[in-house]
């Protein structure tokens, strides 16, 4: 059964200064990874999704990476800003079962001071 | 980019009433619609995937009895809370999978209070 596991469950930085959020997962069968934003009482905001067969996607100032041999993932942000505040989510999707069948972490709650 | 709306944003009821939760994707047809809770703390969790015109697949431990799931076209899934208890008080997330492209977007979220 895939558990995703996210280390810190909270995080406070300087406005500046460059993060990795860390995302690991039981099961190294997964079909992709995702990872996602949550804004306070909000809903979920896809922010990159790593196929099985790719070890990383950019996007802007966010970096993630996948090593499916030791079932982690990282999510790497580059000066980081006060609107980068939110709860960031990584979400393993298996082969089989249906597409909406992702296996989420709780999470890391960030906070960037300004 | 698409958008997928959930009414209500927020909503209170009292314990023992039903209570429905509408997730319409705005400007593409969705041919499958999930939805999740998610308590809070917790990871959000998958309850059901919904079928336009056809029966809700329950996730395992969902009741479907409880919990009805209607997607009766390709815009609309309607999830309704039955005889709703203070434990049932949680986040819904509804979420898309545009018949097009594939690709899945996410509902702002219904916060459901039970009292």
């Known amino acids: 059964k895939q558990e995703v596991t996210q280390i810190p469950a909270a995080l406070s930085v300087p406005e500046g200064e460059n993060l990795v959020l860390n995302c690991s997962f039981t099961d190294s069968a997964i079909y992709n990874l995702q990872w996602f934003r949550q804004d306070p009482g909000k809903g979920l905001t896809s922010l990159l999704l790593?196929?099985?067969?790719?070890r990383e996607q950019t996007s802007g100032r966010l970096n993630a990476s996948l090593d499916k041999s030791s079932g982690r993932s990282t999510l790497y942000i580059a000066a980081s800003q006060p609107g980068d505040s939110a709860t960031y989510l990584c979400?393993?999707?298996?082969?089989?079962?249906?597409?909406?069948?992702?296996?989420f972490g709780k999470g890391t709650k960030l906070s960037v001071k300004p | 980019g698409a958008v997928v709306s959930q009414h209500p944003s927020r909503v209170i009821c009292k314990s023992g009433t039903s209570v429905k939760i509408e997730c319409r994707s705005l400007d593409f047809q969705a041919t499958t619609m999930f939805w999740y809770r998610q308590f809070p703390k917790k990871s959000l969790m998958l309850m059901a995937t919904s079928n336009e015109g056809s029966k809700a697949t329950y996730e395992q431990g969902v009741e479907k009895d409880k919990f009805l799931i209607n997607h009766a076209s390709l815009t609309l899934s309607t999830l309704t809370v039955t005889s709703a208890h203070p434990e049932d008080s949680s986040f819904y997330i509804c979420?898309?999978?545009?018949?097009?492209?594939?690709?899945?977007?996410f509902g702002p979220g219904t916060r459901l209070t039970v009292t």
């Open positions: 790593i196929q099985s067969s790719q």
């Open positions: 979420s898309a999978i545009s018949g097009l492209t594939y690709e899945q977007y």
């Open positions: 979400a393993a999707r298996n082969y089989g079962g249906s597409q909406g069948n992702l296996i």
